[in-house]
Every structure is written in structure tokens, then in C-alpha cells.
């Protein structure tokens, strides 16, 4: 069995990352149903036992040691070194958190998701990283910014690399004015009307906009990696959609920084 990813590229050098499918073929997961097959999400509602099947398969297919988090879409950051790595070991709940950093090698900082997105940052130097689940309320409420400077604190670093990850398009999401009005200050692109008290938001967009205020505030250039992300919502055959399908599996993305 191995487990369908797809390697992000652009990171400095010693850095690595990657992103799961859901999963089609009985080899890429445990999980049946709603959550078939490679559903990582450990809330969810799917059998415990194939989410430790399928994510021990996520981590010998990264080849890296996943840290992980119990996300509650708050701006919460861990910093991840040997204490907080020998908690998980030795059978520790995840710490309720929406980003971790780390300048440890080896350990894969990862995220969920299932239509939030998943942003991955490494200094330029390859030294320091970090990770952070980001729907709505965690862009709203800073988790990006406060990962960024969380990771700043591990490396001092010079300049930063950032990928946006796959989450719901801006054709399929649909909000109301309280998600507008807790973006008040983003470019009007990132909403656009539809149907009488609703918009469509552009996830993407309002990150951008958060890293462009965060790197004019702090002085550190940020290098924004790869294409625009891909909509989970669009595309059934490759990802778990919370919107589409509830219930749905959970997708996860991980950056690690190689052992010397």
C-alpha cells in the first residue's frame, strides 16, 4: 500500500512538502464509504482504526515523522521541539492548535483539510518552517501572521517561501455579510455578489492580501510558490470536500526539513 500525494516544489533547499488525495484504489487507504480512501482525519467520524492504518501510511509514504494537530480554526501556533515531539510518542492528545513550527529535522509539520487551506512556509535559508490550517475564521483571525512570526523567532530568517495549498474555489464558496465584514479591510476582488445577502470568496485572495500587509509590516519578503490552488470542491475524484459531501474524509499537507 502506498499513499497517493503530490510533492510541492520550490522550497530552499533541505525542505521539503507534499499534499494527499482522498484516494481511489483499495491500496491508497483503509477508509470505506464517505471516508474511502485514504481519509486522515481522525474527527470525522471514520473508524479509528483505518486513520491509523492511513496515517501510517501517509508517514512512511513522506518518509518523515508527522506531527499533528487537533484544529479548532483558531490562530493558536505550537512550536514543535524534542519535549513536545516525545509527548506524541509516548501517546499524547494533540495539542489544540491551528499552525506549528520547527526547526527540527525530520518531523513533518501537518495539517487537515477538506476545503480550508493549508499554508506552508519555510525560511530561505531552510532552517526554520512552518504550517497552518486556514479556512475563513483562521485567515479572519491571524493564524498565517502568527505562524510567520512564530517561525520568524526559529530562524531570523531573511526572507520566506510560501505555498497556498488546494482548498474551496472561489466559485463554490458561498458566504454571508459576516464573512465579509471580518475582511473588511481585504480587496474587494476577494467577494463578489451573488445571489441577495451572499457573496462568493476568494480564499486565496484574502490570504495573499494578509502576506503582502504581513511582509510591508515586518520588512521580510515573501516568495509566494506554485499556481493558483486547486478547488477541492470541483474535484470529487481527488479530494474530500466538507461542503460537497458531509461527511466527508479529511486530506492532509506536511513540510519537513530533512535530517543532516
Known sequence: MKAPLEPVTGFPQGVRAAFSLRGADPSHGASEGPYGRLNLGAKVGDRPEAVAINRGLFEQSLGAEAFWLSQVHGSRVVAVDEARLGKQRHGAEPPEADASVT????????????????????????????????????????VVEAMLETLCQQSSPSGLAVWLGPCIGRLAFEVQEDVRQAFLASPSEAFVPGRPGHYFANLPELARHRLRRWSHQSGIPVSLLGPEPACTFSSPDRFFSHRRDAPSGRMAASIWILRD
Open 103 to 142: 526547526a527540527l529535522g525530520g518531523v513533518a509539520l501537518t495539517v487537515l483539510m477538506a476545503d480550508c487551506m493549508p499554508v506552508l512556509a519555510a525560511s530561505q535559508d531552510g532552517r526554520a518552517i512552518g504550517a497552518a490550517h486556514a479556512g475563513w475564521r483562521g485567515l479572519a483571525g491571524g
